[in-house]
């Protein structure tokens, strides 16, 4: 999903930064114009040969874009056919002269009776735009119903209808657009939850306001560039004493091939030194697949404080287990002064004994988030950059929340969300992976809010070159290698 622009705004901002291009000079009916042009100009450039648009209207502005892109088309020599959900005596303002004014031309208008045109080439989504705040439902489903099972390329304006354009979230049932056009700024809600499934491609359309309008507004969040994870070179006389040392604390029974997973990402991401401390069962194996890791089996705490002691940065968790070996090791490092990135089953024994202690990650899936926070994983995902918000307030870390656009915050910086990554890392062991990435980098003297950016939007990116070949069937390993190629553009 291509991003144009890594500000994201909540849908009062775009509100806000319309009444600015308004109190500026430029009349709200000229707003409306540049917008139903810009979709229409999407429209045309994405589906060339549509000779049928089918529009289906609101109530509201979203429903005035859609008439003048209705009146777009028509000149353009095209049928439109505009099918009414809403009650057009609710239109004012801009989009009631839209819609009049529109009418006037010839546009075919007719009332939402749950049926699509047979011939229909092209849908355009203009029921609801951003102004949602309630589940839809009645006649409001019914169209989007519809919409989704037409079989027709879905073209969305502003924002998918049913869609929560500040979180993400799908309000009962949402349009699942082929493009979306959205104007003045990008919606928060877009890039990530249930937002990157309903959006489709994103064309940003900022209708040429003045550029003071921004100026006073702060984005809700923003998205991690490219630019950002581009490394800089390293000198010729670099050795590996300059690049950190990552211990890496996990692998209970049975579980030595997370711990392997999150050691190899480290190395593969620039770590001087790797060390892994884990069960003793494991260290032969290990050693065997990956003999540029040091390892060392441990049975008690008591064992890996002088591996502490020669650490630069911790990633604890992979594979560790929740019983007593996990626990007393958790204990011991979260009682030492280095950075810490705590992943999986860390953030799970944390859930159940909550400390604050400062100098850490935390990287959980919605799942680990919800028992961190004491909530419902569909309480997480209704609101992620809340909970990545409560959940920095409540253990004063930088926080990954992952899952399909990952947000990255930390204490006094605007979150910051990755656009990139693929279904197919939704299999286990990336998060093993993504945990050594982001200790490495921490190794390698980034800051943490910095280390977390980057290490989450390379490993993303990791995973989109992974996948070239199929998503289906991707594995965690399988970003290892990728992993040296994105850590090297």
Same mark, same amino acid.
């Given at each position: 999903?291509?991003?144009?622009?890594?500000?994201?705004?909540?849908?009062?901002?775009?509100?806000?930064?319309?009444?600015?291009?308004?109190?500026?000079?430029?009349?709200?009916?000229?707003?409306?114009?540049?917008?139903?042009?810009?979709?229409?100009?999407?429209?045309?450039?994405?589906?060339?040969?549509?000779?049928?648009?089918?529009?289906?209207?609101?109530?509201?502005?979203?429903?005035?874009?859609?008439?003048?892109?209705?009146?777009?088309?028509?000149?353009?020599?095209?049928?439109?056919?505009?099918?009414?959900?809403?009650?057009?005596?609710?239109?004012?303002?801009?989009?009631?002269?839209?819609?009049?004014?529109?009418?006037?031309?010839?546009?075919?208008?007719?009332?939402?009776?749950?049926?699509?045109?047979?011939?229909?080439?092209?849908?355009?989504?203009?029921?609801?735009?951003?102004?949602?705040?309630?589940?839809?439902?009645?006649?409001?489903?019914?169209?989007?119903?519809?919409?989704?099972?037409?079989?027709?390329?879905?073209?969305?304006?502003?924002?998918?209808?049913?869609?929560?354009?500040?979180?993400?979230?799908?309000?009962?049932?949402?349009?699942?657009?082929?493009?979306?056009?959205?104007?003045?700024?990008?919606?928060?809600?877009?890039?990530?939850?249930?937002?990157?499934?309903?959006?489709?491609?994103?064309?940003?359309?900022?209708?040429?306001?003045?550029?003071?309008?921004?100026?006073?507004?702060?984005?809700?969040?923003?998205?991690?560039?490219?630019?950002?994870?581009?490394?800089?070179?390293?000198?010729?006389?670099?050795?590996?004493?300059?690049?950190?040392?990552?211990?890496?604390?996990?692998?209970?029974?049975?579980?030595?091939?997370?711990?392997?997973?999150?050691?190899?990402?480290?190395? #593969?991401?620039? @770590?001087?030194?790797?060390? *892994?401390?884990?069960?003793? =069962?494991? !260290?032969?194996?290990?050693? +065997? $697949?990956?003999?540029?890791?040091?390892?060392?089996?441990?049975?008690?705490?008591?064992?890996?404080?002088?591996?502490?002691?020669?650490?630069?940065?911790?990633?604890?968790?992979?594979?560790?287990?929740?019983?007593?070996?996990?626990?007393?090791?958790?204990?011991?490092?979260?009682?030492?002064?280095?950075?810490?990135?705590?992943?999986?089953?860390?953030?799970?024994?944390?859930?159940?004994?909550?400390?604050?202690?400062?100098?850490?990650?935390?990287?959980?899936?919605?799942?680990?988030?919800?028992?961190?926070?004491?909530?419902?994983?569909?309480?997480?995902?209704?609101? #992620?950059?809340? @909970?990545?918000?409560?959940? *920095?307030?409540?253990?004063? =870390?930088? !926080?990954?929340?992952?899952? +399909? $656009?990952?947000?990255?915050?930390?204490?006094?910086?605007?979150?910051?969300?990755?656009?990139?990554?693929?279904?197919?890392?939704?299999?286990?062991?990336?998060?093993?992976?993504?945990?050594?990435?982001?200790?490495?980098?921490?190794?390698?003297?980034?800051?943490?809010?910095?280390?977390?950016?980057?290490?989450?939007?390379?490993?993303?990116?990791?995973?989109?070159?992974?996948?070239?070949?199929?998503?289906?069937?991707?594995?965690?390993?399988?970003?290892?290698?990728?992993?040296?190629?994105?850590?090297?553009?």
């Amino acid at each position: 999903m291509p991003v144009f622009s890594q500000a994201l705004y909540t849908a009062a901002q775009v509100r806000e930064l319309d009444r600015h291009a308004i109190a500026q000079g430029i009349p709200a009916e000229e707003l409306m114009r540049r917008a139903g042009a810009a979709a229409w100009q999407t429209l045309a450039s994405h589906w060339p040969a549509a000779r049928h648009i089918v529009v289906f209207a609101g109530a509201g502005n979203n429903a005035g874009d859609g008439y003048v892109l209705a009146k777009e088309a028509l000149e353009a020599k095209r049928r439109v056919t505009v099918v009414n959900v809403g009650d057009t005596a609710k239109l004012s303002g801009a989009a009631a002269t839209a819609r009049a004014k529109y009418l006037a031309v010839g546009v075919q208008e007719r009332r939402f009776s749950g049926v699509l045109p047979d011939d229909a080439d092209v849908i355009v989504d203009a029921l609801l735009g951003t102004g949602l705040d309630r589940s839809l439902r009645d006649q409001w489903a019914e169209a989007v119903r519809l919409i989704n099972t037409g079989g027709k390329p879905v073209l969305a304006l502003d924002v998918p209808s049913g869609l929560n354009s500040d979180t993400g979230a799908v309000m009962g049932i949402a349009v699942q657009a082929t493009v979306t056009v959205t104007f003045i700024g990008m919606k928060a809600g877009m890039v990530t939850g249930e937002g990157p499934a309903c959006v489709g491609d994103i064309v940003l359309a900022a209708l040429d306001i003045f550029p003071q309008a921004y100026t006073d507004i702060i984005p809700a969040a923003r998205c991690i560039g490219e630019a950002e994870t581009r490394l800089p070179r390293r000198a010729r006389s670099a050795h590996k004493g300059r690049f950190g040392h990552v211990l890496v604390i996990g692998g209970d029974h049975g579980m030595g091939g997370a711990v392997r997973l999150t050691a190899e990402a480290a190395l #593969r991401s620039g @770590a001087g030194l790797v060390t *892994v401390a884990t069960r003793p =069962a494991h !260290v032969a194996s290990l050693l +065997a $697949g990956l003999p540029e890791a040091m390892v060392h089996g441990l049975e008690t705490a008591a064992e890996v404080l002088p591996l502490i002691t020669q650490a630069t940065v911790i990633a604890i968790g992979p594979g560790l287990g929740q019983d007593d070996w996990g626990r007393m090791l958790l204990a011991r490092a979260l009682d030492t002064p280095l950075p810490l990135v705590a992943d999986a089953d860390a953030l799970n024994l944390l859930a159940a004994h909550p400390i604050v202690r400062g100098q850490w990650v935390l990287t959980p899936h919605p799942g680990e988030a919800g028992r961190l926070l004491k909530q419902t994983t569909d309480t997480i995902q209704e609101d #992620r950059y809340r @909970a990545a918000v409560q959940l *920095v307030e409540q253990f004063h =870390a930088v !926080v990954v929340l992952k899952g +399909a $656009g990952s947000i990255v915050a930390a204490a006094d910086e605007t979150p910051a969300v990755c656009t990139y990554g693929n279904p197919g890392m939704a299999a286990p062991g990336m998060g093993d992976v993504l945990t050594g990435v982001i200790a490495a980098l921490i190794a390698q003297g980034f800051a943490l809010p910095e280390a977390a950016r980057i290490g989450v939007a390379l490993h993303a990116l990791a995973g989109d070159r992974a996948a070239q070949s199929g998503e289906r069937g991707l594995m965690a390993r399988d970003l290892i290698g990728a992993l040296r190629q994105v850590m090297n553009r």
